[in-house]
């Protein structure tokens, strides 16, 4: 009994010094303690229902929609729970997605196809890592751009590529300039060589060393502002190859050993990266590092930085992890952005990692 208070109290200060970092209101408070108080809480699931609603905008056309999404929201206090105790160092709760079930989520949200990178993908070499900085962010040094919205459409993968593309064009011209990735969703139906079943496919998912291929064939991309996202891909192709502003010079696999990620990340910029989202419909911050997750990859984000330590509750180590920015908007995670532990293949994490270089264009 006495352990259990410790682990609640030791959330609930956690919780109180998020919200209080955050400047946030007090319905952002409320939402933030929902899985940190006693058991109770869901006893007040109306009430939190409500406030959810509020917060984020929603409302359903009949009573009985409203009814089934309630039940989905109660379904998922208790996934973020049971999050909370599987997941201890970072803070879940309710999130947008709290009305939507896992089968949902999943089909929405995510997109990254289930595939094994050929033996023949292009390698990347081996580099040092005697001399890696602690800490690192490629924020602080100019080559991300802000968090983008991919709304309810599958295509992950198509603002992973983009965003490491963005990335490596500012590597290689000194400008950050937004990428499309409505050109990717709409043009690029690139296939793996060894599954001709996993050719990207917009909305319904993709592979980012796909979208390199598809982009390293097609010339480069274009603007955002020239060829803006739109969130679905019922489109025809639009490109434009005169309006091209920054193309693939070329794309390699990167070693699961976390130093060569770390070590690819300083020297080539932001990494393509897959990982497991099983956590992630339901985080709110912290540093994510469950006992237990799959390493079956379904959603591709974009890795900018690394840190040296985290915050934990008090009866764990502060951890080493991984800075990911994610394309679920900037009221997601931690401003869009999600901190996952390094050290042992967390969510996979580490499984299916990409860097890209970039030739710049003089239409920039």
């Known amino acids: 009994m006495e352990l259990r208070l410790v682990f609640l109290l030791s959330l609930l200060l956690f919780s109180i010094a998020t919200v209080r970092s955050a400047d946030v209101d007090e319905s952002d408070a409320l939402i933030r303690q929902v899985v940190s108080d006693d058991d109770d809480l869901l006893l007040n699931a109306d009430h939190h229902f409500a406030a959810f609603l509020s917060r984020f905008g929603k409302s359903y056309a009949a009573p009985e929609e409203h009814a089934y999404r309630l039940s989905v929201f109660k379904a998922n206090l208790r996934r973020a729970r049971r999050h909370q105790r599987l997941d201890p160092s970072a803070v879940h709760g309710v999130t947008q997605f709290s009305d939507l079930t896992e089968e949902e989520f999943e089909r929405s949200y995510l997109g990254l196809r289930p595939v094994t990178l050929p033996a023949d993908a292009h390698k990347a070499p081996i580099l040092p890592t005697n001399d890696l900085p602690t800490d690192f962010d490629w924020r602080d040094h100019g080559a991300v751009t802000p968090v983008k919205n991919q709304g309810s459409c599958g295509s992950c993968w198509s603002f992973s590529a983009a965003a490491a593309l963005e990335g490596a064009n500012y590597l290689s011209t000194g400008k950050l300039v937004s990428l499309s990735e ?8 690139e296939c793996d060589s060894s599954d001709p079943g996993s050719c990207d496919s917009g909305c319904n998912g993709g592979l980012m060393t796909s979208a390199f291929e598809y982009t390293l064939k097609a010339g480069g991309l274009e603007r955002e502002e020239d060829y803006p996202y739109t969130g679905t891909d019922r489109g025809t192709c639009k490109f434009d ?12 696999v990167v070693s699961i050993d976390e130093d060569q990620i770390s070590a690819n990340l300083v020297k080539y910029g932001p990494l393509a990266v897959g990982i497991n989202a099983a956590y992630m419909q339901t985080y709110i911050g912290g540093v994510s590092c469950p006992y237990i997750c799959s390493k079956r990859l379904d959603h591709g984000v974009l890795l900018v930085g690394y840190g040296a330590s985290g915050y934990a509750p008090i009866r764990f180590k502060e951890k080493p992890f991984w800075i990911i920015k994610n394309s679920w908007g900037e009221h997601w995670g931690e401003n869009g952005y999600y901190k996952i532990c390094k050290g042992r293949n967390v969510c996979g994490v580490d499984s299916m990692v990409s860097a890209v270089a970039a030739v710049g264009s003089s239409s920039q």
Do not use: P
Request: with cysteine; proline share 0%.
């Open 182 to 189: 409505q050109q990717l969703v709409d043009c690029d139906h």
């Open 241 to 252: 190859k005169s309006k091209i502003v920054a193309s693939v010079a070329n794309f390699s």
